[in-house]
């Protein structure tokens, strides 16, 4: 039988990896991960349940709130509140930060930026979802911690990673050295290593955008779809086309599979400060992801992986 490495067994045997830790990121992790075994609890029975449906309110985005958008935030923000590792929580759901200034966090070094549940609007149909994270130190050194730390650059993370609710659980994530996938257990309520070092293949054959705005897209991506769809044994064109609806699964495919994920940028109606947080949630944290792979690109008011 083969060695079972657990989640938390990983993150104490790659602690050395980083000087500055004292155990503080392991906790955290494990602060993520028990919120992402509950949400995925709630996401398996989902149909079973009072779960499905709008709440009647909208979310930064100006999209319909779900209320599993709402359980799955209230989850995060319980278990990183009670972890005392985190000193600020950065969320779609939320119009504003959320400082932590308990006593158990007194000492807390972390910042979380989360979407909860990112694709939530697909839960009705059974479709794959998932929650995004990216994690940084604060930059302040005591007292509360301020907005505009949650600001800071891409490269500055500690760690980003993913969750995907789907035919089976998978938590993954990256500390800029390497990207590794662990995937639930429910028999005995862990995520164990499955996908260990995960390496996009070089060439790809899946492209990945909503193809229903494609009157919008600027002329360079009309030209490049068109490409993709282009009959050419040499380069094996045409490319599939595969768009889920759901960021983290399409991004998951093409990061296991090979492939470019196109997504547009948020359009000028909905609030300002949606661009700041997206790009701290979703685009910081799944750029990362790719870089280790060195496959990442970013063009205008495009982000292409």
């Known amino acids: 039988m083969s060695k079972v490495t657990t989640l938390g067994q990983f993150i104490i045997e790659k602690q050395s990896d980083f000087p500055f830790a004292k155990g503080g990121f392991s906790r955290l992790i494990r602060d993520l991960a ?67 200034e308990s006593e158990v966090s007194k000492d807390a070094q972390y910042i979380v930026c989360i979407d909860p549940l990112d694709g939530s609007s697909n839960i009705d149909v059974n479709v794959s979802v998932g929650t995004i994270f990216a994690i940084y130190r604060r930059t ?11 600001l800071q650059r891409g490269v500055e993370q500690v760690a980003a990673g993913y969750v ?40 790809g054959k899946f492209y990945s955008v909503n193809e229903g705005n494609y009157v919008h897209f600027p002329d360079g991506v009309k030209k490049y779809i068109k490409y993709c769809q282009e009959i050419d044994d040499a380069s094996k064109r045409p490319y599939s086309s595969r768009y889920i609806g759901s960021m983290v699964a399409d991004f998951h495919r093409n990061l296991l599979k090979g492939g470019i994920f196109i997504y547009r940028r948020a359009m000028a109606r909905r609030k300002e400060n949606y661009a700041s947080s997206t790009s701290v949630i979703h685009c910081h944290s799944l750029l990362s992801r790719q870089e280790e792979r060195q496959q990442t690109e970013r063009t205008g008011s495009w982000i292409c992986r």
């Open 164 to 203: 995907i609710y789907g035919s089976s659980t998978m938590f993954v994530y990256t500390t800029g050295k390497g990207v590794n996938g662990f995937t639930l257990d429910p028999s005995i309520g862990e995520f164990c290593l499955s996908h260990p070092d995960i390496k996009t293949p070089v060439t």
């Open 140 to 150: 302040s050194e005591s007292g509360c911690c301020g907005a505009g730390e949650a």
């Open 34 to 100: 028990i919120a992402a075994k509950i949400v995925h609890r709630e996401v398996n029975k989902a149909g079973l349940v009072n779960i499905l449906g709008e709440t009647g309110e909208t979310n930064i985005q100006g999209e319909e709130v779900k209320k599993l958008d709402v359980f799955a935030n209230e989850q995060f923000i319980a278990a990183l509140k009670a972890g005392g590792e985190c000193c600020m929580i950065v969320s779609e759901e939320n119009d504003d930060v959320i400082p932590i």
